[in-house]
């Protein structure tokens, strides 16, 4: 079973802040994505990326930075966070663009 | 604009019961619908998908019905069971793998 690791599972931080959600898939797997899931809009695509050093956007991108620092780990910073961004956040990976996409189990950020 | 509409939010069976969850989406040149399925504290897993060259996609007690003239496809689950209650997400494709989420439907199972 592929394995996608989001850490930290529960953040809360002010208007503002900076925050970091990190993700670290162990699958070999080129894509990985950044998703928020709010009621009402399912799953929305923030960032992606098809490799190292690699990142496109995706259909919410505005508010978030990614980085793609290795094949394993994606990162999404959010440098001034406000209430908007309260939502959870997954991480994915898929081996290709037409596979299979796993997801971790999830990042809840609240901005206070 | 929602480009992958599910139509209920929430869907309530009895047990040993068929539910079917509904999903619509506006544009043709979709080609892949996964649905995914969610339960609380988890993130989503594939459940079954259907590619548009065919109507219909099987696996055990989960089937899908693709219409693809009237852009629509439903999740038919047969013999409800309580393990069932999910939330379930209509997915659709294109472009290099950009998935397209429906609002999810909550489904519940009353034994």
């Known amino acids: 079973e592929a394995a996608v690791t989001q850490s930290p599972r529960n953040k809360v931080t002010v208007t503002g802040g900076n925050v970091t959600l990190s993700c670290r898939q162990t699958n070999s797997h080129n894509y990985m994505y950044w998703y928020r899931q709010d009621t009402g809009h399912g799953l929305r695509l923030i960032h992606y990326?098809?490799?190292?050093?690699?990142?496109q956007i995706g259909d919410v991108p505005d508010g978030y930075k990614a980085t793609r620092t290795t094949q394993e780990d994606f990162f999404l910073l959010l440098e001034l966070a406000s209430p908007s961004q309260t939502s959870l956040y997954f991480c994915?990976?898929?081996?290709?663009?037409?596979?299979?996409?796993?997801f971790g189990k999830g990042t809840r950020l609240t901005v206070v | 604009q929602q480009q992958v509409r599910q139509s209920s939010q929430s869907l309530t069976v009895w047990e040993g019961e068929t539910a079917i969850l509904n999903c619509s989406y506006e544009n043709s040149a979709f080609d892949y619908f996964p649905w995914y399925q969610q339960f609380p504290g988890e993130g989503p897993a594939l459940l079954i998908a259907i590619r548009s060259v065919s109507d219909k996609k099987e696996d055990g007690r989960f089937t899908i019905f693709f219409n693809k003239r009237e852009k629509n496809l439903s999740l038919h689950i047969k013999d409800s069971q309580p393990g069932d209650s999910a939330t379930y997400f209509c997915a659709a494709r294109y472009n290099q793998g950009k998935l397209i989420f429906g609002q999810g439907t909550k489904l519940s199972i009353k034994p």
């Open positions: 994915a990976s898929s081996l290709g663009w037409n596979t299979e996409v796993f």
């Open positions: 990326s098809y490799g190292a050093g690699n990142l």
